[in-house]
């Protein structure tokens, strides 16, 4: 069964402390959970106020419903940091299959 991983890699310019950050992060995670049927985490500790990395996962038989889903995912990150004063400095994604067999 194929799973989409996605990275999001964030550029915070105006971000002055830690809470400009984290109110940046959680608002886009929130935005992004509400919209689609994904799960969302931040991937690294608050090493600088000005960045921050999101991983995106989705599970779904069609491979073709996750490239769709994987598409509008970027869309709307490009389109909600532009909102909140940030911008993404790098997105990609890949496909991780999985067998569906237990170890």
């Given at each position: 069964?194929?799973?989409?991983?996605?990275?999001?890699?964030?550029?915070?310019?105006?971000?002055?402390?830690?809470?400009?950050?984290?109110?940046?992060?959680?608002?886009?995670?929130?935005?992004?959970?509400?919209?689609?049927?994904?799960?969302i985490?931040?991937?690294?500790?608050?090493?600088t106020?000005?960045s921050?990395?999101?991983?995106?996962?989705?599970?779904?038989?069609?491979?073709?419903?996750?490239?769709?889903?994987?598409?509008?995912?970027?869309?709307?990150?490009?389109r909600?940091?532009?909102?909140?004063?940030?911008?993404?400095?790098?997105?990609?994604?890949?496909?991780?299959?999985?067998?569906?067999?237990?170890?």
């Amino acid at each position: 069964m194929p799973i989409a991983a996605m990275t999001i890699e964030l550029r915070i310019e105006n971000a002055a402390s830690l809470k400009d950050r984290r109110q940046v992060v959680r608002s886009l995670k929130e935005k992004l959970g509400h919209g689609f049927n994904i799960s969302i985490a931040e991937m690294d500790e608050a090493v600088t106020w000005q960045s921050a990395t999101l991983g995106v996962v989705a599970i779904s038989r069609s491979r073709d419903y996750l490239s769709g889903l994987m598409k509008q995912v970027e869309d709307a990150t490009n389109r909600i940091t532009n909102g909140l004063g940030a911008q993404v400095t790098e997105l990609w994604w890949e496909f991780i299959e999985a067998d569906g067999e237990n170890e």
